[in-house]
């Protein structure tokens, strides 16, 4: 089955780099995926990246897969106080169901 | 851009009443799901459906049911409420690979 971990906290100052990572377990991932929660909201869709990528940039996004250790990371550059959230990965399999880690809260603190 | 809409935003319910939760998407996505948000646990798959009729279980379908009968709208049914379905729930729409778009979810409460 599917696993996916994440550790649950980070807090970070603003303008530093904020880095998520998470680990998943299942060898036949096609695709992972970070997205971010707003307080109240639903999930928004931030990046994804195809399990034979190992780096995708997305202006201050920048994806890292590391398929042999089966680690996901997302580094957010100059992070701003509107990153405050929490960021969940997700991997999906030939199914397209998304497998989801329990989530990372971010904070921002100036 | 995808819209994906939950019909309500704040539900309250009593303990055995029957709750419909319904989900509608406008951008023509096979594939449809339901999850269920508690803190700690991230989100987990209730029900998913891939074409309009068809339904697969996800990885807690246990008093849940759903409905596809047209290929915009997905409901999530709860049979009969209980305190234990108290919870955030969020339905997505995908097309193949490019992720899921979610609704912004339903906060239910069962007293």
């Known amino acids: 089955g599917e696993d996916v971990e994440q550790s649950l906290f980070l807090s970070v100052r603003e303008g530093d780099s904020s880095v998520i990572n998470c680990t998943y377990t299942?060898?036949?991932?096609?695709?992972l995926y970070w997205y971010k929660q707003e307080p109240g909201a639903g999930l928004q869709l931030l990046t994804y990246i195809f399990s034979n990528m190992d780096m995708k940039q997305d202006q201050r996004l920048t994806v890292l897969l590391n398929k042999k250790d089966k680690h996901l990371s997302l580094r957010i550059a100059d992070t701003q106080t509107g990153d405050s959230a929490i960021y969940f990965c997700a991997e999906s399999m030939i199914d397209y169901k998304l497998s989801f880690g329990a989530g990372t809260t971010v904070t921002v603190r100036a | 851009d995808v819209k994906v809409t939950q019909s309500s935003r704040y539900l309250v319910k009593r303990t055995g009443e029957k709750v419909f939760l319904e989900c509608v998407q406008d951008?023509?996505?096979?594939?449809m799901f339901w999850y269920r948000q508690d803190p700690g646990l991230g989100l987990r798959l209730i029900y998913f459906?891939?074409?309009?009729?068809?339904?697969e279980k996800g990885d807690i379908p246990e008093g849940y049911s759903v409905s596809r009968e047209k290929k915009e709208r997905f409901s999530l049914i709860l049979e009969s409420a209980s305190t234990n379905q108290t919870s955030m729930y969020l339905c997505?729409?995908?097309?193949?690979?490019?992720?899921?778009?979610f609704g912004q979810g339903t906060r239910l409460t069962v007293v």
């Open positions: 951008m023509d996505h096979e594939n």
């Open positions: 299942d060898s036949s991932s096609t695709y």
């Open positions: 997505a729409s995908s097309l193949q690979v490019q992720g899921a778009f």
């Open positions: 459906s891939y074409d309009v009729k068809m339904k």
